[in-house]
């Protein structure tokens, strides 16, 4: 996905910052990372607090083979109902965001 596009997404933040990262970018606002791209994909950071809601809207949770097991990554799709409404999409958004204020740093 190019910077535009990743920077129209998440317009409903204010500015972001993308750096390039193990292949893929890093989506930051204020210094904290609240999202990647990897393989094209925006991927939103949450937690045990957001991670949930995630789950429940359909989302899927970025995961990957390490050593003999799996690994669960804090980072979750978009929601497919949201791509196509701006206002939900800013929802899961502030939601990434806000779990990137509680991650620790």
Request: net charge negative; no cysteine.
């Amino acid at each position: 996905m190019n910077n535009d596009a990743i920077l129209d997404l998440f317009s409903s933040l204010g500015p972001v910052t993308i750096k390039r990262m193990f292949g893929g970018k890093g989506i930051y606002h204020q210094g904290r990372i609240l999202a990647i791209e990897y393989q094209g994909d925006i991927l939103l950071k949450a937690d045990a607090v957001s991670g949930p809601a995630f789950a429940e809207a359909g989302a899927v949770q970025w995961t990957y083979d390490g050593k003999g097991k799996r690994v669960a990554m804090p980072y979750w799709s978009i929601p497919d109902a949201a791509l196509d409404d701006p206002d939900e999409l800013a929802a899961w958004v502030a939601l990434a965001w806000q779990a990137a204020l509680r991650a620790k740093t």
